[in-house]
């Protein structure tokens, strides 16, 4: 297991929509909210809902998914 930096909610979503806004083509695209979860399998304790709205899924879902698993990868909720 990884060690992960400890950010609040807030500062969560706030990096997960300002890696978002980097993509144009996303423009219309928003993480919403954070979820508390149980540590999964990779020590991970959140998950996150998006609203991806005017974006066709196949633009969309593989941006957001690297935004999310990278962010996986080096956040947990303190």
Known sequence: MQTREKV??????????????????????SFI????????KTG???SVKLRSSGAPHYISA???????TDARKK???E
């Open 62 to 68: 593989p941006v957001t998914g690297k935004i999310m």
């Open 44 to 46: 991970c304790n959140w």
């Open 8 to 29: 609040s909610e807030e500062e969560l979503l706030t990096k997960l929509n300002e890696e978002l806004l980097k993509h144009a083509e996303l423009k219309n695209c």
């Open 75 to 77: 956040y947990n909720l």
């Open 33 to 40: 909210s954070i979820y508390r979860s149980k540590p999964d």
